[in-house]
């Protein structure tokens, strides 16, 4: 049998396992207590941590924001008081502010949407997504700064005429638009694409909106293209020297009674513009070759429309030519005056040496008196010739071609006699292929290669000053 044992006895026994056991759950309850405490403080402090990064980045932009305040304030300048006051207008600047928020707005998206990702996300990359909008108000003060420049050059040209120096040019195109939204600009719309891009807009909501990419107008400017095209007044003088190193000596435009030259405009013109009885000329198509340097000029179109009366004319190589020669031909003297024959006149420099003469001489240090001096020193004969040649080619590409050149070697090739590259041939007035004579006596002759450069003759310029 087993052993006995008293009723009250073991309820006593079993009352103090379960006091025990009651003992140990509060212990556990404490301590869970004591982790949740924990835990709530930990995340209470990541919390302050993520916030104090947030607040940081979003402290990046704000100083962005205030630094283009300038841009700003320049930009507002250009709206008057009466635009500031009207509800309908002078809201620009709203859009910009509007368009500044909306950053804000979308950083501090971005960020929490990173901190919910990744709560241990470090200061740089928060600052990541704060950079690039940063860079965004950057751009818009710049845009705001260029906006400002372009609205006074355009204020500048106002009251000018259409053809007056420095009027913008009265084109269509971007330039047009441009004008158009500067002149409107009280009343404008900002927005931006996908690339980044802004763009300037007005009356978007008619049949004929104007809206342009302000972002390439800024481009254009910073690379040196300037926000309009003006108009620039053509200066003819160095055109006149030059036909006048052309014509002067030339009997076939002038009259002489005892030491006075009449000269004939008309017929100048025409040997200048190969028409009337030099439509065939060949030394008339090469003195036209004075002309390729104006009408491949960048800003041949600029010059244009100072010379032109009618808003409407359309330009043309052919119509400029013209017009640039009757502007030099407006100052040549009808008459000239020479000395007589006993005291003649000292020969004049041709200007042309201005084209090739820093190629033909060097500089030469000498010692004089234990003083070091420079002066010029022409440069060999043979290397005056290869650059000669270059220039007679890039001058006068139709008349001239080198002894290799295919119609040349087509022309005069023979069993016994082929041209060779060191040879210049140019075409006489019955179209065949001469030699041309380069001389070292003409070569060493800066003069006679003028003579030649102009479409003279160097050899005979020679012979008449021996």
């Known amino acids: 049998m087993g052993a006995y044992r008293e009723p009250k006895l073991a309820q006593e026994a079993i009352n103090r396992r379960f006091q025990a056991a009651k003992v140990d759950v509060s212990g556990l309850t404490d301590a869970t207590k004591q982790i949740g405490a924990g835990i709530a403080a930990k995340k209470a402090k990541q919390i302050e941590d993520l916030n104090k990064k947030r607040e940081a980045a979003l402290g990046i932009y704000d100083k962005a924001k205030f630094e283009i305040q300038d841009e700003i304030a320049d930009f507002s300048g250009d709206f008057s008081a009466?635009?500031?006051?009207?509800?309908?207008?002078?809201?620009?600047?709203?859009?910009?502010?509007?368009?500044?928020?909306?950053?804000?707005?979308?950083?501090?998206?971005?960020?929490?949407?990173?901190?919910?990702?990744?709560?241990?996300?470090?200061?740089?990359?928060?600052?990541?997504?704060?950079?690039?909008?940063?860079?965004?108000?950057?751009?818009?003060?710049n845009l705001l700064a260029h906006t400002h420049e372009a609205k006074i050059e355009k204020d500048a040209s106002q009251g000018l005429a259409f053809n007056q120096e420095n009027a913008i040019l009265p084109r269509g195109g971007r330039d047009a638009d441009l004008f158009t939204v500067l002149d409107n600009f009280n009343d404008v719309d900002l927005a931006e694409d996908a690339n980044g891009d802004f763009?300037?807009?007005?009356?978007?909501?008619?049949?004929?909106?104007?809206?342009?990419?302000?972002?390439?107008?800024?481009?254009?400017?910073?690379?040196?293209?300037?926000?309009?095209?003006?108009?620039?007044?053509?200066?003819?003088?160095?055109?006149?020297?030059?036909?006048?190193?052309?014509?002067?000596?030339?009997?076939?435009?002038?009259?002489?009674?005892?030491?006075?030259?009449?000269?004939?405009?008309?017929?100048?013109?025409?040997?200048?513009?190969?028409?009337?009885?030099f439509a065939n000329d060949p030394q008339s198509a090469a003195a036209m070759g004075i002309l390729n340097p104006y009408t491949q000029d960048a800003l041949k179109e600029n010059y244009f429309t100072s010379l032109i009366?009618?808003?409407?004319?359309?330009?043309?190589?052919?119509?400029?030519?013209?017009?640039?020669?009757?502007?030099?031909?407006?100052?040549?003297?009808?008459?000239?005056?020479?000395?007589?024959?006993?005291?003649?006149?000292?020969?004049?420099?041709?200007?042309?040496?201005?084209?090739?003469?820093?190629?033909?001489?060097?500089?030469?240090?000498?010692?004089?008196?234990?003083?070091?001096?420079?002066?010029?020193?022409?440069?060999?004969?043979t290397e005056r010739r290869d650059i000669v040649i270059s220039k007679l080619l890039e001058l006068n590409p139709n008349r001239y071609r080198r002894g290799d050149d295919q119609a040349v070697q087509d022309e005069l090739k023979t069993p016994t006699f082929i041209p060779s590259k060191e040879e210049l041939y140019y075409k006489d007035r019955y179209g065949k292929w001469q030699r041309e004579s380069l001389s070292d006596e003409l070569l060493n002759n800066d003069e006679a290669i003028n003579r030649l450069l102009v479409g003279q003759s160097g050899a005979q310029y020679l012979g008449q000053n021996q």
């Open 82 to 141: 009466d635009d500031k006051g009207k509800a309908s207008k002078g809201n620009f600047l709203d859009k910009v502010n509007n368009m500044t928020k909306s950053w804000s707005h979308d950083i501090d998206v971005e960020i929490q949407e990173l901190l919910k990702s990744n709560p241990n996300a470090s200061q740089s990359e928060i600052n990541a997504i704060v950079d690039k909008k940063v860079q965004r108000v950057y751009d818009l003060g």
């Open 199 to 277: 763009y300037l807009g007005h009356n978007l909501g008619s049949s004929n909106p104007t809206i342009i990419n302000a972002s390439n107008v800024v481009k254009d400017a910073e690379e040196g293209n300037g926000y309009f095209d003006h108009v620039k007044k053509f200066d003819p003088t160095t055109l006149r020297s030059q036909m006048n190193t052309l014509i002067e000596n030339d009997p076939r435009f002038y009259t002489k009674k005892g030491n006075v030259k009449t000269f004939n405009k008309e017929r100048i013109k025409e040997y200048f513009t190969g028409t009337g009885e």
């Open 309 to 381: 009366d009618d808003q409407a004319t359309q330009y043309s190589d052919e119509l400029y030519s013209s017009l640039i020669i009757d502007e030099a031909l407006a100052g040549l003297p009808g008459s000239k005056e020479f000395k007589a024959k006993d005291k003649p006149e000292k020969p004049k420099r041709n200007y042309m040496k201005n084209f090739i003469a820093p190629k033909l001489y060097e500089n030469e240090t000498y010692d004089e008196d234990g003083t070091q001096k420079t002066r010029r020193k022409a440069i060999p004969a």
